[in-house]
């Protein structure tokens, strides 16, 4: 069936029911229009600028005017709160374009991740992989996005006082991306105005300096604390952690954490967690008395090999309907629901987890 429009790639009219049929739905009436425009014209004529404006100049000038009123009534930028999209990658007779990581980040849901602490630490991510390397292909809509993600999530640890130097590091890298945006403007292409670039970093630059001053309170309880809990919980607690840092910073609180830090066992299984038996032949670091270190074996290795990635949530893509979506748990128990119309006989099956760098490389036709 053909579009009823001017173009038959276009979405067609906008029809509205009546009680003498349907009639197409225009914005603007064209006596409306008219009026406007001898209003306006009026209004040119009266002002102090009769120099300025004669004959076709007053007449583009009220049809400037007018456009700008359009734009400023005109609805905002609206942030789609989608839970899946489909992922195009080239252009078909049924679908025309393809879809950018700038559009996914737009409509995908990420505003309210950051809420589910399963997902915070994998939105982190993203951004800061978009901050490295893929600010600049982001459109001028979807960078704005990006900063008020950003900025929800500055807010979130300022307020709930947890994860601080994940956020440091965040903004570490954007600020190091900004500052060489901005020194070789000319040399790269920037959505926007460079002033608007300079008021982003000293945005970043302030939330550097509260999370610089940032200090968690002492919690005062009468209740059992870690240090009350028995050895062996206290050390399977240290053994649940990913990240060495977490491990030096909570061995910092009391004299037995500090020396439960300190085994090597917890350090040899954290590096057999992260990286493998070739590259520690590589990285061999051998203590005074001959040993291996490995705790500084596992910090050295970090700087020339990624960590594997651990989150408690994550984005799914479906290799039979390629769509991107976030799956809930809860209601993929209750209701059978997989997150997005599936026509697969096992959707299950078809689904597959998607890092952050993984989203990022969806989108690099």
């Known amino acids: 069936m053909p579009f009823l429009g001017q173009d038959w790639r276009s979405p067609g009219w906008s029809w509205v029911k009546t009680e003498d049929?349907?009639?197409?739905?225009?914005?603007?009436?064209?006596?409306?229009?008219?009026?406007?425009?001898?209003?306006?014209?009026?209004?040119?004529?009266?002002?102090?600028?009769?120099?300025l404006f004669t004959g076709e100049d007053c007449e583009v000038a009220a049809k400037k005017r007018k456009k700008d009123h359009f734009n400023n009534n005109a609805k905002s930028q609206v942030y789609y709160q989608e839970k899946w999209i489909y992922v195009q990658k080239e252009s078909t007779r049924e679908r025309h374009g393809y879809c950018t990581l700038g559009e996914a980040f737009n409509r995908l849901d990420f505003s309210s991740a950051i809420k589910d602490i399963r997902r915070f630490n994998y939105v982190v991510k993203l951004v800061q992989l978009i901050a490295k390397s893929q600010l600049t292909s982001l459109s001028g809509a979807a960078q704005k996005n990006y900063f008020n993600v950003l900025e929800k999530i500055v807010r979130k640890v300022l307020e709930d006082q947890q994860n601080p130097r994940l956020i440091k590091d965040l903004l570490q890298d954007l600020g190091s991306t900004l500052c060489i945006l901005i020194r070789e403007v000319g040399k790269s292409v920037l959505v926007g105005n460079i002033n608007i670039w300079v008021c982003?970093?000293?945005?970043?630059?302030?939330?550097?300096?509260?999370?610089n001053n940032f200090q968690?309170?002492?919690q005062v309880s009468n209740g059992v604390t870690l240090d009350d809990l028995p050895l062996h919980m206290q050390n399977n607690i240290l053994y649940k952690f990913s990240d060495g840092w977490d491990i030096v910073n909570l061995g910092q609180v009391t004299s037995t954490l500090h020396m439960l830090s300190e085994d090597w066992h917890l350090w040899k299984k954290l590096c057999q967690y992260h990286f493998a038996e070739k590259q520690f032949c590589r990285h061999l670091m051998l203590s005074e008395k001959g040993h291996v270190d490995w705790k500084l074996m596992y910090f050295t290795l970090q700087k020339y090999y990624p960590k594997k990635e651990q989150y408690g949530d994550?984005?799914?893509?479906?290799?039979?309907?390629?769509?991107?979506?976030?799956?809930?748990?809860?209601l993929a128990l209750l209701f059978k629901d997989s997150g997005h119309p599936c026509t697969a006989n096992d959707p299950d099956n078809c689904f597959m987890p998607v890092s952050p760098q993984h989203f990022i490389d969806l989108f690099k036709f």
């Open 21 to 51: 049929g349907w009639k197409r739905f225009e914005f603007f009436n064209h006596d409306l229009e008219d009026n406007n425009t001898e209003l306006e014209l009026k209004e040119l004529q009266d002002e102090n600028k009769e120099n």
């Open 200 to 211: 982003r970093l000293e945005t970043i630059l302030n939330w550097q300096q509260q999370l």
């Open 216 to 218: 968690i309170p002492k």
């Open 314 to 330: 994550t984005l799914q893509f479906c290799r039979h309907c390629s769509i991107l979506f976030w799956k809930d748990c809860h």
